[in-house]
């Protein structure tokens, strides 16, 4: 299994579970939140949200790539979403159905 992590902008999580489950995935789980890129907006010349949703989504490790790249497709950095995603590998968990 691999916990695939997005961070978007507000109002920009469904687009990114949409695109997951376009790929295979069963569901996943949004968190609101605050970015703090301010030094980062400077120095990049990139305009950020500070409003920000992150998705975790947790699938199995064959599926991961179809689904970061479809969600980088209608979520990702080019995107009003301008979505950062990244995975990472899960070694143990109890409580999921297959």
Do not use: C, W
């Amino acid at each position: 299994m691999d916990l695939i992590i997005t961070v978007v902008n507000r109002g920009h999580a469904d687009e990114v579970m949409d695109a997951a489950r376009a790929k295979g995935a069963k569901g996943g789980t949004i968190i609101y939140g605050r970015g703090t890129a301010g030094e980062v907006e400077k120095f990049f010349g990139i305009s950020f949200q500070s409003e920000k949703e992150v998705v975790l989504i947790v699938v199995e490790h064959g599926l991961r790539h179809a689904i970061m790249e479809e969600i980088s497709q209608k979520a990702g950095l080019k995107t009003p979403g301008q979505g950062v995603i990244f995975s990472m590998p899960v070694e143990d968990a109890i409580g999921f159905a297959k």
